[in-house]
């Protein structure tokens, strides 16, 4: 199934009609590797012999597929992220500060302990990022992404 089928899926469950750009945006996160602003969303959608895809019209779209739970968006990046989990709010986003890429993980422990904590102040959550800064797999096995006291623990030729 193409990744815009998702979004007919789901939003026509939802009684919205899923119009043809929410399908370009969803495929556009759905291609990239790593988290898109609305702005380069809105590069990936346009078309030239389309007309002038206005940015709030990019922003309306994101608001329709993050409500659908097909999209997150990543606070601290002002970027958004192609997501498939049955709990979006039960969501922890792994971004690599090396590579900009971005994985989400379900981790309903802890959110529970989130949850549990605002309960004890009386505070209602009505929505939930939780955003992990780090190096991913790929970065961290690459010598060039390595902090600098790590690198001269590299060996400089092979093992005798």
Do not use: W
């Not at 309903?108 to 939930?128: K, M, N, W």
């Amino acid at each position: 199934m193409p990744p815009s089928e998702g979004a007919s899926q789901v939003c026509g469950t939802r009684k919205d009609h899923t119009t043809s750009l929410r399908n370009n945006v969803l495929d556009a996160l759905t291609e990239a590797d790593v988290p898109l602003s609305a702005y380069d969303i809105l590069r990936c959608v346009s078309h030239p012999d389309c007309g002038r895809i206005a940015p709030t019209t990019i922003y309306r779209a994101l608001g329709k597929l993050i409500a659908s739970g097909l999209v997150g968006r990543l606070e601290s990046r002002n970027a958004f992220v192609r997501i498939r989990a049955s709990d979006p709010s039960r969501l922890v986003y792994c971004i690599c500060d090396q590579c900009g890429a971005a994985q989400a993980v379900e981790n309903t422990l802890s959110c529970q302990f989130i949850d549990a904590a605002a309960e004890t102040l009386g505070f209602q959550i009505r929505h939930r990022v939780i955003e992990i800064q780090g190096v991913c797999a790929r970065c961290s096995v690459c010598p060039s992404f390595l902090p600098t006291q790590q690198k001269h623990k590299l060996p400089t030729r092979a093992p005798k």
